[in-house]
C-alpha cells in the first residue's frame, strides 16, 4: 500500500489549501505534516514511500521550514518517491527560477513531479512590512482567491500514475 506524507509550510494559508487538496486526492493513505516554528513530532518518514514538500515563495525564497526540513533529510528524501511545489505570486520563467531555487537539485532531478502553484495576496492576514512590500515590490492588489485545480489534478495525477506503473 502507498504511504504518502504531505510536508508544508504556509504562512497566510494558501499553501495550506494545496495541501489539504492533495490529501483528499491522492491513492493510498496520505498524511499531512503542517511545519511550524514551534517543536513538532515530526512523522517517521521512513514509513513512507512518498513524499509531497511545499511551501511559498517569500522575497524570492522558499519557507526556511522547507529548506531546513529538507536540509536535514535529504539522504532520505533521495530514497523517496518525491513531488515538490511552491505557490508563488509570480508565474512563467520567474517561477520556474524561484522554484529550481527553493529545492535542492538533487531532489528536482529525482522528483516524479515539480511544479508551481498561483498564489494569493490576502491582505488582510499580512503585518504592516508584508503588506509594504506587497504592494511595493509585487506591485499588485489584493488577490481573490485562485486555488489552480487544474495543476493540482496534474500533479497528482503523475503521482497517482507513477504510482500504477510500479
Ligand atoms: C511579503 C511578501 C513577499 C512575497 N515575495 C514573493 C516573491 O518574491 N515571489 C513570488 O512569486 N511571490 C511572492 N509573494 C507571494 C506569496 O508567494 C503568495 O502570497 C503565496 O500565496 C503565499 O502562500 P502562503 O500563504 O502559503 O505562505 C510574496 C508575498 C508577500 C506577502
Not at 483528499?24 to 514511500?49: K, T
Request: glycine share 4%; net charge neutral.
Amino acid at each position: 500500500m502507498n504511504r504518502t506524507l504531505i510536508v508544508y509550510a504556509s504562512r497566510h494559508g494558501t499553501t495550506s489549501e494545496y495541501a489539504k487538496k492533495m490529501l483528499q486526492l491522492l491513492d493510498g493513505n496520505v498524511d499531512l505534516c503542517f511545519l511550524n516554528e514551534r517543536e513538532i513530532s515530526m512523522p517517521e518518514l521512513s514509513e513512507y514511500n512518498t513524499i509531497v514538500i511545499g511551501g511559498s515563495i517569500h522575497y524570492g525564497k522558499n519557507s526556511k521550514l522547507v529548506i531546513n526540513f529538507t536540509k536535514h533529510n535529504l539522504e532520505l528524501l533521495k530514497t523517496k518517491r518525491l513531488g515538490l511545489f511552491v505557490t508563488s505570486f509570480f508565474d512563467g520563467d520567474k517561477a520556474l527560477e524561484q522554484l529550481n531555487n527553493a529545492y535542492p537539485k538533487e531532489l528536482l532531478e529525482r522528483a516524479v513531479v515539480s511544479d508551481f502553484f498561483d498564489g494569493e495576496l490576502l491582505y488582510p492576514k499580512m503585518n504592516f512590512w508584508e503588506r509594504l512590500v506587497a504592494k511595493a515590490v509585487l506591485k499588485a492588489e489584493e488577490t481573490t482567491p485562485i486555488i489552480s485545480k487544474s495543476k493540482i489534478t496534474n500533479f497528482v495525477d503523475r503521482l497517482n500514475d507513477y504510482h500504477h506503473e510500479i
